[in-house]
């Protein structure tokens, strides 16, 4: 909030300050758009099969195995890192989704019938939180053996408290509004009170959330997959790419480096989108704080 | 002599959402003398704060200044650059807030608060604007003014806490004082309060001041000069006298008109309309009901209930805020289940939660909030809002659904096309018909109406209770009317229940209970209301009722009779240690108090 709102034309100031915010998203955007059309046609783009042996030394360089080199097997590092974007960005995508219907489902009810099954809620996921999530997922899949199943529900199950907490405060703050209470009044269900009264007027900040958990959930297959518990192989996936190749640097070759590059492209370009999101969502708040 | 203030030909421009600029103020000029207080009056977006925050050259966020001057000491201030302006706030302008529970941080000290624009404009030691803080907090009545400063806002009462922000604006000692709707939130006790804190402030300090609400009634008290201000322009202007007594303009008396007359002239008003074969039939009784918030330990808010409504009747409930009315429409809604008491719906026994009723008898007894801004989800669309009551307890098909909106929408007084907009659409008196409508299309018996005109400008509020007995008159509905505002229950209910700190005091016609009113706490309320009259807020903190009972908070007690502590008649040794008896007066009027009806009724003559 400004005190000095008295400025010769508060409408240009605004768009200059919101356009610097806009050209890093539409870049973000792209780099983002770019990843996903990668992911979808990874088999077209691919000019290689995933496991296909192309050379006997390890780390080609670039030009004589593929465009970008060969990995540590001789096999192309193009072609790993785009069914790599498949695997990783494909594997957050259903992450994301699971957490956030389990997170979000289990938070609103939590939030609405308070009482006992709010605090039997959140009492168990503060006790699940309260385990550094990394160790929590390498013991979980560490005893139930490394599937991608298991790797999928360990890590959504985990997204699923970050985001638990997150929809149960947010629809705390909306249930206490007069027309959650009508709703009540008027013998409406708990359903219908989550998905038709509560929901609606969570979705920008839990849309702000999703694109934060989304590059959480790429950061920790990656993570998992680096320590050796993730994708297993020979599937290609940015985090694995990474550890495999690891030694290549010590050869001088950027083997490592460029699935490195994909996840923090990827990742930033998602914070980028954020940011411009709720900095747009801000604004439109206190557009209508001003009606 | 120059004055003070100049503002000479200010045009202000204002930008919705996505639209273009309008103007919003158009063409004003005024002025205000040293130790003048000037009252801004209109209904809201009449432009009368944009004007008020142009004397300190603050325009809102999406507004800016499109011409004009605003001379403050023969100094243009809209000329200033930002950094210039600063030291002129707070400092030689002051403002006051409509919200003080708003205007206050919750997490820092109150003394801290109230210092603060000596401190950041570095215009004394921290010592010192403790040292004049304590002094302020003392001339203000104040409780405890040694230690005030260092409370947190949440630790004090709402009447408190705006006097507060009258000491934190004259904190620096400024030359002009903003007080923009100071009082309107709050109950006519703690407005009177208030009101007579900053006159003694305005006074002590010789300030000059601006002051900006809709209620012609508290600006007769406190204002030297009037401005009716309509659509950012002036419609008229003089001296406070010929403005209350001589209104000329149209508007004006259209003000005027909107202020009812205190309850003395036309109490039992409502009376008259009730059809008396109808009033055998209750359908809804209340009997006994205490009830309270908190899950292991109950803190009581309601104690022992009861309440009688017959179809086609309007039953008010009154009391300050703290009184338990709220609770009372949640309890009968079934949103706060009792602890003990049953409630009645034409004859069967409701359970008390919500949950555990049927369909059919949620459907009789609906609510409408007091906040029409909160109470309509603002992601649905009108037609939704409307329509779901239809479709859930009528189970009424789509066409059939949006042919009924329309007819309810015609029902409340609104255009048919408001369907499809989105409640952020309209404005403050439109949400409260879209809730009314909404209540209204479940075609209840009873309709509980909790401080639905409470929150809005006097025209319109007085256009709400209009169609609400209108209302009335086509559909028979009965209604609980809950308000603290005496007046316009008076000129509407047919019975009149008196809450005070969760008990009934005083239950009965409405005439009976208000003409003459019997317990000494109805008669405070009573003489509370304030008048379209110059010297009423004098006169009335003479009274006895006033010396004994305004500046108190609603206490919530266990034993005795809970307004022991400001009853001018209280009995020391029995009335703060015996339960109130209930009297009778005569049939259907009872009155809660240890003192007998005769002797009440002689204290009616002395006054």
């Known amino acids: ?291 | 002599m120059t004055a003070l203030l100049e503002i000479d030909d200010l045009w202000v421009e204002g930008r919705p959402p996505g639209g273009d600029f309008q103007s919003i103020v158009k063409g004003v000029s005024l002025s205000v003398n040293r130790g003048e207080v000037l009252a801004l009056i209109g209904e809201s977006g009449s432009g009368k704060s944009t004007i008020c925050l142009a004397a300190l050259a603050y325009a809102r966020p999406g507004c800016r200044f499109a011409g004009g001057k605003v001379l403050l000491e023969g100094q243009d201030i809209l000329a200033l650059e930002a950094e210039d302006r600063r030291p002129l706030r707070g400092a030689k302008v002051a403002y006051v807030a409509q919200s003080a529970a708003a205007a206050f941080n919750p997490a820092l000290t109150i003394g801290r608060q109230v210092t603060e624009v000596a401190r950041t404009h570095g215009l004394m030691s921290a010592a010192d604007a403790d040292r004049r803080a304590v002094e302020t907090y003392r001339s203000l009545d104040l409780p405890m003014p040694e230690q005030l400063g260092r409370l947190y806002p949440h630790q004090v009462s709402g009447g408190q806490l705006q006097r507060l922000m009258a000491a934190m604006a004259v904190s620096c000692d400024p030359m002009l004082l903003l007080l923009d709707e100071p009082t309107t939130a709050l109950d006519v006790t703690t407005q009177i309060e208030v009101l007579t804190a900053f006159k003694a402030v305005i006074k002590q300090h010789n300030s000059a001041a601006i002051y900006v609400t809709h209620d012609l009634s508290v600006v007769a008290q406190i204002a030297d000069r009037i401005i009716v201000l309509n659509d950012g322009m002036i419609m008229e202007q003089g001296t406070t006298q010929q403005i209350v007594e001589q209104p000329t303009h149209d508007y004006t008396k259209k003000l005027m008109m909107a202020v009812r007359p205190p309850p003395r002239s036309t109490a039992g008003g409502g009376t008259a309309r009730t059809d008396p074969s109808a009033s055998t039939a209750p359908v809804l009784e209340v009997r006994g009901i205490t009830a309270g918030y908190g899950r292991v330990k109950k803190k009581i808010v309601l104690r022992d209930v009861d309440l009688t409504v017959n179809s086609r009747q309007v039953v008010g409930v009154i009391g300050e805020s703290g009184c338990g009315k709220s609770t009372l429409a949640r309890v009968i809604s079934g949103l706060l289940p009792q602890v003990s008491g049953e409630i009645v719906h034409n004859g069967t026994v409701l359970a008390p939660a919500v949950e555990k009723r049927s369909k059919s008898e949620i459907q009789s007894i609906q609510i409408v909030f007091q906040m029409a801004d909160v109470a309509l989800n603002p992601r649905q669309r009108i037609r939704d809002i409307i329509g779901r009551p239809l479709e859930f307890y009528m189970n009424m098909g789509a066409a059939a659904r949006r042919e009924r909106v329309g007819e309810l929408l015609e029902l409340v007084e609104l255009p048919r096309e408001f369907a499809t907009r989105f409640p952020k659409e309209l404005s403050g008196g439109e949400k409260q018909r879209v809730n009314l409508a909404r209540a209204l299309a479940a075609e209840p018996d009873v309709i509980l109406c909790d401080e639905v005109a409470s929150s809005l400008d006097t025209v319109v509020g007085a256009a709400i209770i209009e169609l609400l007995k209108d209302l009335q008159e086509k559909l028979g509905v009965a209604y609980v009317f809950i308000s603290h505002d005496l007046s316009t229950v008076a000129s509407f209910a047919d019975e009149i229940m008196v809450l005070y700190a969760g008990r009934v005091v005083e239950r009965g016609p409405t005439m009976d209970v208000l003409s003459p009113p019997f317990h000494p706490y109805t008669r405070l309320l009573l003489s509370s209301v304030p008048e379209i009259r110059q010297g009423w807020l004098e006169d009335v903190m003479k009274t006895r009722e006033a010396i004994s009972g305004i500046s108190r908070e609603v206490e919530l007690t266990e034993v005795g009779c809970p307004f022991f502590a400001r009853c001018p008649l209280a009995i020391v040794g029995t009335c703060d240690t015996l339960p109130a008896p209930l009297q009778q007066t005569k049939v259907g009027h009872l009155v809660a108090c240890h003192r007998d009806i005769e002797d009440l009724a002689g204290e009616i003559i002395q006054h």
């Open chain 1, 1 to 291: 909030m400004t005190i000095d709102a008295q400025v010769p034309s508060p409408v240009r100031v605004d768009k200059s300050r919101g356009s610097g915010f806009q050209t890093a998203a539409w870049i973000a955007f792209t780099v983002l758009l770019f990843w996903m059309l990668v992911a979808l046609f990874a088999p077209l783009i691919a000019p290689y099969g995933q496991g296909e042996l192309l050379s006997d030394d390890s780390f080609a360089l670039a030009g004589d195995v593929g465009l970008l080199g060969g990995d540590y097997l001789g096999r192309d590092i193009l072609t790993r890192v785009v069914y790599g974007a498949q695997m990783t960005l494909g594997l957050a995508a259903i992450i994301t989704v699971i957490g956030f219907a389990v997170g979000i489902a289990l938070g609103f009810l939590a939030a609405v019938s308070g009482g006992i099954v709010d605090t039997v809620l959140s009492r168990s996921i503060d006790a699940v939180m309260a385990f550094p999530s990394i160790m929590l997922a390498l013991i979980v899949i560490a005893s139930l053996g490394t599937s991608l199943e298991v790797l999928v529900l360990t890590i959504a199950a985990i997204e699923a408290t970050r985001v638990f907490r997150v929809s149960r405060a947010l629809a705390m703050d909306i249930g206490v509004m007069d027309f959650v209470e009508v709703a009540r009044a008027r013998g409406e269900g708990l359903w219908w009170i989550m998905r038709r009264e509560i929901f609606p007027n969570a979705t920008g900040p839990l849309a702000a959330e999703v694109g934060i958990r989304f590059t959480y959930a790429i950061l920790f297959i990656s993570a998992l997959s680096f320590l050796g518990l993730g994708v297993q192989p020979p599937n290609a996936d940015w985090g694995s790419m990474v550890r495999e190749n690891l030694q290549g640097l010590l050869f001088g070759s950027f083997a490592p480096l460029i699935p490195a590059a994909a996840i923090a492209t990827v990742t930033f370009s998602i914070n980028l989108i954020v940011d411009w999101f709720l900095h747009k969502s801000n604004r439109d708040i206190s557009d209508e704080i001003l009606q």
